[in-house]
């Protein structure tokens, strides 16, 4: 595709709800990353997939959060049971993975917002 | 430990001044730097970049960045701002394969 698209855009849930985010990277970038965006901050990383292989969590927040790439295209974020404190804009980003070539391209965010 | 400071949370200028985002980092080796903007409701778009080299960098929108090694610092200009900058700017470190990012400075444009 032309760019990195997310959906849904806007998020409502009621607390303690599940919801899935998806994200399409670029067409043929390897790396995909997602971050979590609090309101008045900077993006935080949450994960890294090369592939489909998650080699870096360590930015997940706790348990319920889980991200997946099954095909090493399109991923997925779930978060379970959502809290207040997940309230964010999440961001999507994929980069070729090529030597030279380490920008990031950023979808657009899914604001969620949990009630 | 890694980090990114954006010292100035919200900035004004008048459109046609000239404009300067000030952003100190702190990284271990040779980092890979990073200015992006977003505007609101938008994602975030790529400004420039420097990886290595020569430490002036060209960006779109007639936005440029000096690396200044013995500073830790990778300051964004632009000669003349246009109301259509005002948006929130983003310095960011690569370190390795993740962004840290700057909690991000808010341009507000005077007409």
Known sequence: ???VSQSPRYKVAKRGQDVALRCDPISGHVSLFWYQQALGQGPEFLTYFQNEAQLD???LPSDRFFAERPEGS???LKIQRTQQEDSAVYLCASFQ???GSYEQYFGPGTRLTVT | AQSVT???IHITVSEGASLELRCNYSYGATPYLFWYVQSPGQGLQLLLKYFSGDTLVQGIKGFEAEFKRSQSSFNLRKP???WSDAAEYFCAVGARYKYIFGTGTRLKVLA
Do not use: C, I, M, Y
Request: no cysteine; aromatic share 0%; hydrophobic share 20%.
């Open chain 2, 6 to 8: 954006q010292p100035d």
């Open chain 1, 97 to 99: 993975g090529r030597v």
């Open chain 2, 80 to 82: 003349s701002v246009h």
């Open chain 1, 74 to 76: 399109v991923s997925t």
């Open chain 1, 1 to 3: 595709g032309a760019g």
């Open chain 1, 57 to 59: 969590k360590s930015g």
